[in-house]
C-alpha cells in the first residue's frame, strides 16, 4: 500500500482535528465514562471522514479502504482506545453492509445521515449466550405481515446506548445455523427496546457499552439488508473491514506508547544513569518497535490485497491477531519500566494497557482468528 499526497493531507487535517476537538477532552470524558459521540460525529461528517469509502450516492467519497486504513492509523493518536473505536464502529462496521448491500432507500434512511454524522450507529451481533461463536445467536425476528417483530438481546454493543439505529443481525428463518440470519436496520426508539444498563468494564471507559434487551419489537421488513438468510454471510464480510481497522488503530497507539516510554526512561535516574541507559530497556524496547513495524507490514499488505478486489479473510484475521498480541505485550513490557509510574491510573501506558486488552477479545477472540488462520492454511493448499 502506497501513500499518496492525499492520503498525507488526510492524516494532516484529522491530526490536526484530534489535537485541538477530540484529546483536550479525553480525561474528561473518561471520568465521564461517556463521551458526546453526536457532537463529534457531527464535526467529523462535516469534515468528510465518516464516509471516506462510502458511495457518493449518499454522501460518501468513494475512496478505496486504504484511505480507510490511514484514518484508522491516525485515529490512534487520540489518547484513549473508547472514542477511536466508536467511530470505527460508525465507519467500519456498523455501515459496510448497508453500503454494500442496502437498497436505496435504506441508504438514504440511515447511511446518509449517518456518514452525516447526524446518526450514530451500532452493531448488535454479540449476545450473552453468544459471542464469538456469532452462529450461536438466539434473537429472532420472525415475519408478521409487512413486518419483521424481533425479540432477544444484545450485548457488549459499542455506542448502544446514544445510538440512534442499530444493525442487527438475527435469526430470520429455520434451517442451518449460517443460512437462516439476516441483518436488519432497528431504529433504536423504537417501542420494545430497552437500553437494560451500561457495563462497567475494565477499560474503553469513555465508550458506552450497552446490554439491549427486545420486546416484540417491530419494524417493517424494508429495512433488512440484501437477502433474507444471507446475514451470517454479510456479517463475515462486514468482520473482514472490521479487523484491518482494528490493526490499522493499534499501529500509532502502540508507536505512541514506545516514545513516551522512551522519554520518561531518558529523565527517570536509577543507580546513577537514566533508565534507558540499561541495555536490557533499549533493547526491549528496540525489538518492540521492530514488532510494531511487521504489523503495519502486513496490515498495509491486508489492506492492499483488500483494495486489489481479493477474498482478505486470512490476512485480515492475521493482522487482527498480531494487533490484539502486541496491544497485550507492548503496554505490558513499557509499564515496568515506568516502575510505580506506571501503575497509576492516569498513566497514558496503563490507560493503553486496560484499553488494549479488549483488541484480542472484541471483534473475534484470538482463538477464532487462529482457528480461521488454520483452516486457510489446511484447505487452501498452494496460498504459501
Known amino acids: 500500500m502506497q501513500l499518496t499526497h492525499e492520503h498525507q493531507e488526510l ?10 476537538e477530540i484529546n483536550p477532552h479525553v480525561d474528561e470524558w473518561e471520568a465521564a465514562e461517556i463521551f458526546p459521540a453526536h457532537e ?6 462535516k469534515l468528510g471522514y465518516l464516509g471516506l469509502t462510502k458511495p457518493q450516492a449518499y454522501g460518501g467519497s468513494g475512496l478505496d479502504y486504504s484511505y480507510s486504513v490511514v484514518m484508522a492509523e491516525v485515529l490512534g493518536q487520540i489518547g484513549c482506545g473508547a472514542v477511536p473505536m466508536a467511530i470505527g464502529v460508525q465507519t467500519d462496521m456498523a455501515t459496510p453492509a448497508l453500503a454494500r448491500f442496502g437498497s436505496a432507500a435504506l441508504c438514504q434512511e ?4 449517518a456518514i452525516r454524522g447526524e446518526m450514530v450507529a451500532c452493531v448488535g451481533v454479540s449476545e450473552p449466550v453468544a459471542g464469538s461463536d456469532v452462529s450461536a445467536i438466539k434473537t429472532t425476528a420472525r415475519k408478521d405481515g409487512d413486518d ?4 432477544g438481546s444484545k450485548m457488549w454493543i459499542t455506542n448502544s446506548l446514544q445510538a440512534d439505529w442499530m444493525c442487527l443481525l438475527a435469526n430470520t428463518g429455520e434451517g442451518s445455523a449460517h443460512k437462516n440470519k439476516s441483518l436488519i436496520i432497528v431504529p433504536m426508539n423504537t417501542p420494545g427496546i430497552t437500553r437494560a444498563k451500561k457495563i462497567k468494564k475494565i477499560g474503553m471507559m469513555a465508550s458506552d457499552t450497552g446490554l439491549i434487551y427486545f420486546d416484540e419489537v417491530r419494524v417493517p421488513q424494508r429495512y433488512r439488508i440484501g437477502e433474507e438468510g444471507f446475514g451470517f454471510t454479510y ?12 490493526a490499522a488503530n493499534a499501529i500509532q497507539s502502540l508507536t505512541n506508547c514506545i516514545e513516551q516510554t522512551i522519554t520518561y526512561t531518558r529523565e527517570r535516574q536509577a543507580f546513577g544513569q537514566s533508565v534507558l541507559d540499561n541495555q536490557v530497556v533499549h533493547f526491549t524496547l528496540a525489538e518492540l518497535k521492530t ?10 499488505m491486508a489492506t492492499r490485497h483488500y483494495v486489489d478486489g481479493e477474498d482478505v479473510t486470512e490476512w485480515a484475521s492475521m493482522a487482527k491477531l498480531k494487533a490484539g498480541r502486541l496491544l497485550r505485550r507492548v503496554p505490558d513490557a513499557c509499564l515496568q519500566f515506568w516502575g510505580g509510574m506506571g501503575y497509576t491510573w492516569d498513566n497514558p501506558v496503563s ?10 477479545i472484541g471483534g473475534g477472540a484470538d482463538e477464532v482468528m487462529l482457528g480461521i488462520i488454520s483452516k486457510y492454511m489446511h484447505t487452501l493448499p498452494g496460498r504459501r
Open 11 to 20: 492524516k494532516r487535517q484529522l491530526e490536526r482535528f484530534i489535537a485541538d
Open 40 to 45: 463529534v460525529f457531527g464535526q467529523l461528517g
Open 110 to 113: 440511515f447511511l446518509a445521515p
Open 148 to 151: 419483521y417483530v424481533i425479540n
Open 235 to 246: 456479517q463475515m464480510m462486514q468482520f473482514q473491514e472490521e479487523r484491518l481497522w482494528a
Open 291 to 300: 514488532e510494531v513495524e511487521s504489523l503495519r507490514a502486513l496490515t498495509y
Open 351 to 360: 490507560r493503553l494497557f486496560r484499553d488494549g486488552r479488549l483488541a484480542s
